[in-house]
């Protein structure tokens, strides 16, 4: 049986990044450089992606310019009719580096900020200098006439300044800012108790972004990404599990979304051995959630099920140890409760930084 296509495809072509967030979305476990797809076999699903309906491309990592065939791979992706967009850190990417990437026919960029604040930035970005060398990369993006999106991940540790960052993404020349509480799982969920903010900065949040949007659009579009813990209803995660995009890792696993690897017991095709259509229309992982028919009660019988899907597989099975129960952030599941006590818990400032497995904890740069 087919299935519609795919719109977007995320094509972690490296886990390799100068900066070592404690959110990262990354796995905790991190392809290493030697397991990496090489540029043929890039430019190959990328074809593949192309002729299956993809019509968004998004370059990510990990770093994507620590991938020296960047330029040819963006190239290649150009040629076979995706829109491309770059989604970085800003590390690495000089000015030189940045007018081949529009020369192949990058067609825009997202960029990160850790924060307005640079020495708490650079703090959390694990990495001295990150700061300034993220301002350089923004205006070299805005002098090459690139459309500019700033994302933002939110967290105890940076969330009163959201107002400051959207009027900064606007002075900086970006056309959209996309402010993200964090979410979760992998990096995230192992620093939960350093990154979760409290209740009165969420709300404290909520209102800020009112006012900016207010100030700043349409002249800046402000997206703001709510956090699941203080919510009552689950958000469409995905916009449903293999309805609207995949991920590829950078050794060719093809996943439903990034923190897919997360459920244990799920089957994931590689590109290295499957065409992307054959994995996209029936391989185990995409068809395990798709649809309605896996659906458990609470779900089952509700009628917000075709507005959000049942929420987030990756957070119900961290959560209640199933990936089909509905997902907690919904006030309907019985695992509400223990979501919001979350809330409640006690904070730490202790930060694990994101490295690959081995190597020691702490800020780097
Ligand atoms: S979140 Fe931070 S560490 Fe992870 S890939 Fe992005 S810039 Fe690198
Ligand atoms: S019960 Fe399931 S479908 Fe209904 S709102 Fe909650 S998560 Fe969504």
Same mark, same amino acid.
């Given at each position: ?25 990354? !796995? ?15 430019? %190959? ?8 309906? @993809? ?54 960029? &997202? ?14 970005? %694990? ?13 070299? @993006?805005?002098?090459?006439?690139? !459309? ?37 799982? %992998? ?24 006012? @900016? ?30 309805? &609207? ?121």
């Amino acid at each position: 049986m087919t299935h519609p296509p795919p719109l977007g495809m995320l094509a972690e072509v490296t886990h390799r990044c100068p900066l070592a967030c404690p959110y990262c979305s990354n !796995p905790v476990q991190l392809d290493r450089r030697s397991d990496e797809l090489d540029t043929a076999a890039w430019l %190959g699903v990328f074809e593949q992606a192309a002729a299956l309906g @993809v019509l968004q491309l998004h370059l990510s990592g990990g770093e994507p310019a620590a991938r020296p065939d960047i330029v040819e791979l963006t190239r290649g992706a150009a040629a076979a009719g995706l829109y491309t967009n770059l989604i970085t850190s800003g590390i690495g990417l000089s000015a030189a580096r940045l007018e081949a990437l529009a020369g192949a026919g990058l067609d825009h960029v &997202q960029l990160s900020w850790q924060d307005t604040d640079s020495a708490n930035a650079d703090e959390i970005a %694990g990495f001295a200098g990150a700061y300034a060398r993220k301002q350089e990369t923004a205006r070299a @993006v805005i002098a090459l006439g690139l !459309p500019l999106t700033i994302n933002v991940v939110v967290h105890r540790l940076n969330i009163g300044r959201v107002a400051e960052m959207a009027a900064a993404a606007h002075r900086a020349g970006a056309r959209r800012i996309e402010i993200a509480h964090a979410q979760y799982y %992998g990096w995230g969920l192992v620093n939960r108790a350093a990154l979760l903010p409290t209740l009165d900065q969420v709300e404290a949040a909520h209102a800020a972004v009112a006012r @900016v949007r207010q100030e700043l659009q349409p002249a800046i579009l402000v997206d703001y990404v709510a956090p699941d813990h203080f919510s009552r209803w689950p958000k469409p995660c995905m916009n449903g599990w293999g309805r &609207q995009s995949l991920n590829v890792t950078p050794r060719g696993k093809v996943l439903p979304c990034h923190a897919a690897e997360t459920i244990p017991g799920l089957v994931f095709w590689n590109v290295r051995e499957h065409p992307l259509r054959e994995i996209w229309e029936a391989s185990p992982a995409f068809t395990a959630f798709r649809g309605e028919a896996w659906m458990k009660e609470p779900c089952r019988s509700c009628p917000r099920k075709e507005i959000d899907f049942g929420g987030c597989r990756c957070q119900a099975f961290a959560w209640t140890g199933d990936a089909a129960d509905a997902d907690p952030a919904c006030q309907h599941s019985p695992h509400h409760a223990a979501l919001r006590a979350a809330v409640a818990a006690p904070r730490t400032d202790g930060l694990r930084y994101r490295r690959f497995s081995g190597a020691p904890a702490g800020p780097g740069g």
